[in-house]
């Protein structure tokens, strides 16, 4: 079935119409609740095309007892320049970090609220005892100590200056002369190499934990962790003397972080007074995400430091007997316990199958009460779920909220015992629901209770909320592979059939497209399209196993796992001869070798900075080491670069198949991209064009993942533009 909107002269009205509105749909980024778990403060985003980025504000609800809701934020208060905030334990206080870009330069300010007072405002900037404050989702955080004395927050090591080795100055007194090796001047470091955390964190080289003495409004450098560690995530251990936090060892190298949950790092702690740190974690290990419970225990999330990008992780435990003599304790390492262990395949939990944890953090405030049972969500198969996991007997409950509709349930914050979710799927907008967390033994009873939502327009309403979204399952039958099966997230349209259909491999490869609302997808099933959203072997939220499967055989099984998901949609939703390919960064990967391995089954291919030639990736990609991992082999800097290894990165590269594509391709290409560096586009785009292809590339200023507003506006409609061209009826 062709959509009507194709009949017509010009398509680009409708599309442009299209995108403009969904653009009006706010997208919740975050949501907590307060001590007493009767208010809710929520952190919305939406797209502001006028002003070309998006605009962040809050809204805040008062529930009662029954989750009511008893009144709401009349209007969003705009707080798109704020970095980082955070409530003091009592909730009398708020600390708020926040950029002032509206003069010459930009400047960060510390503010400290009192109800409804301000009563401290700093000029970081001006203080210049450090570099910019982190507000990422890898080193970033603020945090008061129990007694609401002190703050503390992570930002860039301020960097030594240097100078010409020959330069004019001027004549000073003798007196001047005073040797201070914090402010001396070195010469000739001008142009020193210095490598930052790549993709995203472009600019950002050595952290600094700052210590901040609020009513005297002194900062201090803390001091005492080895040289070659930067700290992140810190928070205050209940002690109030030490702080705990995460810190990644870049003694032998530094690679991109971004969606790299492999990177060398420790739990650690820090006594503020003494400089005095342990490791609290082991050896040959990445970690994240450390939480301190009501009990006073310490859990963290943890896997080996090698392999893929991600992967399944363990939940550990430190007691609290630990935790609070953290300068005495010997050992401590010993004491670490395992909560929930990597799971390779499945286990059996409640009634349900668990296979594994795969989140990139833990909710902040995510213990009951008494800070025995632990809440989090991850990515299983074609959801996010959430689950209570008991830290002493370790069982783990289910309690996603999908009892009446496909979905997923995201908590975001757990306090006096009320559990604060996001849900959503393809067809609805994350919206905001609480519950009762019920005793110990009762948790598959919990009931969930809408707070609020987005009302989407109506033009939305009608075609996205009456789309067909189906759980496809694949297994090739015949294949003598460890891991034979793997999932597909069909969306179409309510009725009819043989509409033209999007093949979509997710980016990664270990990462996992979820039943969860996305603009894009949306956006393709609003102008007609079926999209077929790919979890090929590989894929994160599978069990390990699933994941580590196609290590060495990138290029085939998720190639194998595309076509047959392709045939068994056709089975199972209905034909149709109108099939493109659309995938970005490994997605563009996998699209370009189905281009080149299968030149006449697609009509058309878009690609966002799809990874090309494993070989120059390797080179000048800030992860080389997925390279090298996705390849079939162990990741080395030092040694030498061998032939089998350089050839067996140019056999696995869709390179290969290049002179074979036949379908018209458009390359939308970042060149900030750090990741997956423009280049490999533009080398693909040159031997299309060579090939008599017809070849369009359009190149932004910006990362990998062309987010920034006019980037994401002008991709998305030029890449619609050109598939429904390259399909629709003469």
Request: aromatic share 10%; with cysteine.
């Amino acid at each position: 079935m062709m959509p009507s909107i194709w009949k017509m002269p010009s398509h680009m009205e409708c599309v442009i119409s299209t995108y403009k509105t969904l653009t009006k749909i706010p997208n919740v980024l975050f949501a907590k609740l307060d001590k007493s778990g009767g208010k809710i403060h929520s952190r919305w985003s939406i797209r502001n095309i006028d002003r070309g980025c998006n605009t962040h504000y809050t809204m805040e609800f008062k529930i009662d007892e029954k989750f009511n809701v008893l009144n709401k934020s009349t209007f969003g208060v705009n707080i798109s320049n704020q970095l980082l905030s955070a409530d003091s334990p009592s909730e009398n206080f708020k600390a708020i970090i926040y950029e002032d870009k509206s003069g010459k330069d930009n400047k960060t300010f510390l503010e400290v609220w009192s109800n409804d007072t301000l009563t401290h405002s700093v000029d970081l900037t001006a203080l210049d005892i450090h570099g910019n404050v982190y507000g990422d989702s890898e080193f970033g955080s603020v945090d008061w100590s129990p007694d609401e004395k002190f703050l503390v927050y992570v930002a860039e090591k301020k960097p030594k200056k240097s100078e010409p080795f020959i330069k004019r100055k001027p004549s000073k007194d003798e007196k001047e002369d005073v040797d201070n090796s914090d402010k001396k001047i070195v010469p000739g470091e001008e142009h020193l190499y210095k490598k930052d955390w790549g993709e995203q964190l472009i600019g950002k080289i050595q952290t600094v934990v700052v210590l901040c003495e609020i009513e005297a409004e002194k900062f201090t450098i803390l001091q005492g962790l080895p040289e070659t560690w930067c700290p992140g995530q810190v928070c205050f251990a209940p002690d109030g003397e030490h702080v705990i936090g995460v810190a990644w060892d870049v003694e032998k190298y530094r690679l991109g972080l971004i969606y790299c949950t492999n990177r060398h790092s420790y739990i650690f702690s820090l006594n503020t007074k003494t400089g005095a740190y342990k490791k609290l974690s082991p050896d040959g290990m990445s970690v994240r995400s450390p939480r301190l419970s009501p009990a006073g225990e310490l859990v963290w999330l943890q896997r080996a430091a090698a392999g893929p990008h991600h992967a399944a992780h363990r939940l550990l435990r430190l007691p609290s007997s630990v935790i609070n003599n953290l300068d005495t304790t010997e050992d401590i390492q010993s004491q670490v316990q395992t909560v929930i262990d990597i799971v390779e395949t499945s286990m059996e939990i409640s009634g349900d199958t668990f296979y594994g944890i795969y989140c990139q953090s833990l909710p902040k405030k995510c213990f009951s009460v008494d800070g025995r049972r632990l809440v989090f969500s991850t990515p299983q198969k074609n959801e996010v779920r959430s689950y209570v996991v008991d830290l002493d007997n370790r069982t783990i409950v289910d309690i996603s909220n999908n009892k009446s509709e496909q979905g997923s349930t995201t908590v975001t914050s757990v306090r006096s015992g009320v559990v604060l979710a996001v849900c959503s799927n393809l067809t609805t907008p994350g919206k905001l629901f609480v519950a009762k967390l019920p005793p110990i033994g009762s948790e598959q009873s919990i009931q969930w209770s809408y707070v609020w939502g987005p009302t989407l327009p109506a033009k939305v309403a009608e075609v996205i909320k009456s789309a067909t979204v189906k759980y496809l399952d694949h297994e090739h039958k015949a294949s003598s592979d460890d891991v034979k099966s793997f999932t597909s997230i069909y969306m179409g349209p309510s009725s009819g059939t043989n509409y033209p259909l999007i093949v979509w491999p997710h980016g990664g490869p270990h990462s996992a497209f979820s039943n969860t609302y996305f603009l894009e997808a949306a956006f393709y099933n609003m102008l007609g399209f079926a999209l077929l959203r790919i979890n090929y072997r590989g894929s994160t939220g599978a069990g390990d196993a699933n994941v580590r499967c196609i290590m060495g055989n990138v290029g085939q099984y998720d190639v194998k796992d595309c076509l047959l998901a392709l045939n068994d949609a056709r089975e199972r939703v209905g034909y149709t001869e109108k099939v493109v390919l659309y995938g970005g960064s490994f997605g563009g990967f996998t699209t370009a070798h189905l281009a080149g391995q299968y030149p006449d089954m697609f009509k058309a291919v878009v690609m966002r900075n799809p990874v090309i030639d494993m070989v120059s990736k390797k080179n000048y990609g800030d992860n080389p080491d997925g390279c090298a991992v996705e390849a079939g082999f162990t990741y080395r800097e030092d040694g030498p670069v061998t032939e089998d290894q350089l050839l067996a990165l140019r056999r696995c590269s869709p390179l290969v198949h290049v002179h074979k594509v036949k379908a018209p391709t458009c390359l939308l290409l970042g060149s900030n991209d750090k990741r997956v560096p423009a280049y490999q586009g533009l080398e693909y785009g040159k031997r299309l064009k060579a090939n008599g292809v017809k070849t369009r590339i359009h190149m932004y200023e910006d990362n990998h993942t062309l987010g920034s507003l006019p980037v994401e506006m002008d991709s998305l409609i030029n890449a619609a533009d050109w598939l429904i061209t390259a399909i629709k009826p003469e």
